[in-house]
């Protein structure tokens, strides 16, 4: 499986974005968005089914932030409204295994996207 993942920006404060992660095939399996800020650990943004029927968000991007799917259309999509300077970071999908339930953890995840590059200037 090969993800590539698209929509990052320049952005100000209070503005939003939408993020795409388009694989090269079915997945079958749940998804996630993962960020990488400068001198940080990579953390957990948002995960969903593979229904697109159950969905799991950090406490930090919580009611700001929406994952969906397009499974018609291989994608995975992040809309982030009402966007922060600290949400500034590289922003990378993932997927797991055929038939994986959601995940907050990085190791749970076989297949990732490149990242893209979110930066929210204040």
């Known amino acids: 499986v090969q993800l590539q993942a698209s929509g990052g920006g320049l952005v100000q404060a209070g503005g939003s974005l939408r993020l795409s992660c388009a694989a090269s095939?079915?997945?079958?399996?749940?998804g996630a968005w993962f960020r990488q800020a400068p001198g940080r650990e990579r953390e957990f943004v948002a995960t969903i089914s593979w229904s697109g029927s159950t969905t799991d968000y950090a406490d930090s991007v919580k009611e700001r932030f929406t994952i969906s799917r397009d499974n018609a259309k291989n994608t995975v999509y992040l809309q982030m409204d009402s966007l922060k300077p600290e949400d500034t970071a590289v922003y990378s999908c993932a997927v797991r295994r055929p038939f994986g339930v959601i995940s907050r953890l990085i190791i749970d995840y076989t297949y990732w996207g490149q990242g893209t590059q979110v930066t929210v200037s204040s």
């Open positions: 095939g079915r997945t079958y399996t749940s």
